[in-house]
C-alpha cells in the first residue's frame, strides 16, 4: 500500500489583536527554515491511523520562541482523526525550525506559524467483509503459502500553496 503525507506550506496571517507582551505590537508570522515538508519523515505515518485508514487534514498554528523553536502546537481544525492531530503537532514541535523574528526595535520576540498537514494514503486498506447472511463472519479467505507482502513506503510530499 502506498503512503503520502502532504503538508500544506499555506501560512496564513494573524489578526491584529494578537500583541507582543512587551512592545505592544502586533506578534510577527514566523518564517520557516528549509521546507516544512521535510520536517515528516517518510515513514512518519502512524501505523494505527494507517492500518484503519484514518485520512484527513489537520490545521494548526505553531507558536515560535526567541530563538526560533517551536514552543507550541495547537490544533486550529481536526483532521477528525486524535492520531494525525497528535503525530502532526509532533513532529512539528520536534521539528520544526524557524528563522528568529524580531520587533520593531530589532529585538528577537515571539512568534506564530499557521499551516495544514494532509495525511492521505494513495491506497488506503479494503473495506471489511460483510458479514454472512446469518449474521456469522465469513470465513477467512485462504492465501496462498508462497506470497510474500509487499513493503510500503510513506512520501512526505509539500501540497500546493495557497
Known amino acids: ?18 500583541q507582543a507582551q512587551d512592545d505592544d505590537e502586533p506578534i510577527p508570522t514566523a518564517k520557516p527554515i528549509g521546507n516544512p515538508g521535510s520536517w515528516i519523515p517518510q515513514d512518519g505515518y502512524p501505523p494505527a491511523a494507517r492500518a484503519t485508514g484514518e485520512q484527513g487534514r489537520v490545521s494548526f498554528t505553531l507558536s515560535i520562541d526567541d530563538t526560533g523553536r ?14 494525525l492531530d ?11 525550525r524557524f528563522e528568529v523574528a524580531r520587533n520593531k526595535k530589532n529585538k528577537p520576540t515571539p512568534s ?3 499551516s495544514s498537514m494532509m495525511w492521505k494514503l494513495e491506497n488506503p486498506p479494503p473495506p471489511p467483509p460483510p458479514p454472512a447472511a446469518n449474521g456469522a463472519p ?15 513506503k ?9
Do not use: Y
Open 138 to 152: 465469513l470465513p477467512p479467505v485462504p492465501t496462498p503459502a508462497k506470497s510474500t507482502p509487499t513493503p510500503t
Open 86 to 96: 497528535e503525530t502532526t503537532c509532533n513532529f512539528m514541535t520536534a521539528n520544526g
Open 1 to 18: 500500500m502506498r503512503v503520502a503525507v502532504v503538508l500544506a506550506l499555506a501560512a496564513f496571517a494573524f489578526p491584529s489583536v494578537a
Open 154 to 162: 510513506s512520501v512526505p510530499t509539500p501540497a500546493k500553496k495557497r
Open 70 to 83: 517551536v514552543t507550541d502546537c495547537k490544533v486550529t481544525k481536526s483532521s477528525e482523526s486524535p492520531l
Open 112 to 114: 506564530k506559524w499557521s
